[in-house]
């Protein structure tokens, strides 16, 4: 389909081809086959979160395009799924994504403070990018782990009862590591099938 | 407590794995239902367990079960609701993340009754460590005979996948959860009708919490009746409630229905009573959704009984004097907190997770958003607390979802016990705003 007369603020066009390697696309094969016949648009969400992992960190125009050819669905069905899911994202972001929980739990154990010293720490607001490309701090909603608060993800990690000392030795840690895969790390494409 | 059901077994090393959680009784419901009751008698049991929905309100299950359209030739399904998002919640991820075996079994025996042969586990996308998890309990459960074509010999065949959701609260609805796992955007649905007629793929569907499902095998185990005469009344069984906030022991507690709020509060065995020593000031018992307490009103009701931890319980007095046990999401408040900003706060999250669909929602919550944060922030006038009164009643019962209503009640129930502070708010705002400064929590 002529897709490009489609467009949106925060969409990342760039003309790049892009495909999973065959052993992506096995696992990719074998999760629309865990919904009915005719309905492998159920396996969008999945699918999108090993496209963004596998395929750079972001979800761009042209593997958006991609995923919905895969999945043998309008592009539009994957522009409008992926810009309602907070998980999924449209642009360049940093090697780690640090999402801190704001909500209440969160808020009254001190998670405003820990908000506010990453903030001094790496000089960057929510929404940002270190200038060296290895951080990107957003603020999120209530991560289910509200007893261990304050809390926040990296990379979809979990980090708990944090402190401001504890977050310092966690930005130390992953610097080191910020040119290859920290390791533990764990993907999508290992979850499932 | 010692009369725990769900989380019995869980210090036994090793149970999360499925040698070890078969070794301590594992299965054995499984065993019992396939091969010794009929899905007419899993239902009876069920039914006279007098168990409740565990997600949030606390609809009786077996009654659910029934509406389920039996006489379609199209598939049904079960959809186990993992999305637990609710502000304070955090009780179905500690069951899975020790137990997925316990939610496995409830799976089998609960899609045996419902006459399923697909079932899916819709998990938010934020606990992708937990896929893992439950895939591999899947696995181990296949393995064993546990799943797959003709179960233990029967002619009951399941198969159940564990699906990710990517970051919406909205999602945990049961409507906008299914719309999700079509792989659409999480928009709920008008209903009628109601999933039990047109669920996932416009087929019968049951959706129901994970705590809710893991509760199945072991009423099965003992019996329905045995188990509806733990709890109190028509609060059968017990609760896992998670509890976080300013308490000396945060943690999930499986309590027994009928525990007083007091002592849940203030015994070693619960939330080992106020961090710091201060003072109880405030509590939200089921999750964010719920209207706020003022202390005295959290510990006894306005008849001046105790309050106890059940449906009726929490819930006497109505919103006057009373909230709900909701999802189990206690989150308790020191004298210190400022139940303004708190509101401020909850009611962010609210606009943001809003999906858009209402107008009253989707405008709503950002009014009431931007008012509470000049209240806050020192700038509010004194008809800004009747102003979101009122916006609050105007979203109230006019949405598609009860995300609407989940918005107002924090709202409306906050300027309800806590008028004065967000008076004090408007007319002395340089004195409140230092006050809060000087309290913001020190490492
Ligand atoms: C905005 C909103 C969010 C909800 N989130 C959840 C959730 O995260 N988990 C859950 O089990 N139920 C949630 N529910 C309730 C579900 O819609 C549904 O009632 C529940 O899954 C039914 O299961 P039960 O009968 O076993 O409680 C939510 C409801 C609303 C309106
Ligand atoms: S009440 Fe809010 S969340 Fe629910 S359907 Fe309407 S806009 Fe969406
Ligand atoms: S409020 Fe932060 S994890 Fe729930």
Known sequence: MQNNVISHPQFTREGKKVAFTPEVLEKVHCLMERYPEGRQKSALLPVLHIAQEELGGYLSVDIMDYVASLLDIQPIEVYEVATFYSMFYLGKMGTYVIEVCRTGPCAISGGEQILAHLQDVLEIKPGETTPDGIFTLKEVECLGSCGTGPVMQVNTEYYEKLTPGKVDKLLEDLKEYADRNKPGESTWMEKFC | MDGKILLANIDIPGIRGFDVYRTHGGYAAVEKALRHLSVQEVIAEVNRSGLRGRGGAGFPTGLKWSFLDRKTDKPRYLVCNADESEPGTFKDRYLMHHLPHLLIEGLIISSYALGVNTCYIYIRGEFKYMVGILENAIREARQHGFLGERILGTDFSLEIYVHPGAGAYICGEETALLESLEGKRGNPRIKPPFPAFKGLYGCPTVVNNVETLATV???????????????????????????????????????????????????????????????????????????????????????????????????????????????????????????????????????????????????????????????????????????????????????????????????????????????????????????????????
């Open chain 2, 217 to 443: 095998g072991p009423i099965i185990s003992m019996g329905g009746e045995a188990y509806s005469k733990i709890g109190r009344g028509k609060s059968t069984g017990t609760k896992l409630i998670s509890a976080c906030g300013n308490i000396n022991k945060p943690g999930v507690y499986e309590i027994e229905m009928g525990l007083p709020v007091e002592d849940f509060i203030y015994s070693p065995g619960y939330c080992g009573g106020i961090s710091g020593n201060k003072y109880l000031k405030a509590v939200i018992p089921g999750g964010s959704s719920v209207p706020i307490l003022p202390a005295d009103l959290i510990l006894n009701t306005a008849r001046g009984e105790k309050r106890l931890m059940t449906y009726e319980s929490l819930a006497d007095g109505d919103f006057e004097t009373g909230t709900m046990l909701g999802s189990g999401g206690f989150i308790v408040y020191d004298e210190d907190a400022c139940i303004v900003r708190n509101t401020w706060n909850l009611t962010r999250f609210y606009h943001h997770e809003s999906c858009g669909q209402c107008s009253p929602c989707r405008e709503g919550t950002g009014w009431m958003e931007k008012i509470l944060y000049r209240i806050e922030h020192g700038q509010g006038k004194m008809s800004d607390i009747d102003l979101l009164v009122r916006v609050a009643k105007n979203i109230e019962g006019h949405t598609i979802c009860p995300l609407g209503d989940a918005a107002a009640w924090p709202v409306a129930s906050a300027i309800r016990h806590f008028r004065k502070e967000f008076e004090d708010h408007v007319l002395h705002p340089a004195e409140v705003l230092s006050k809060e400064r000087s309290l913001l929590k020190v490492f």
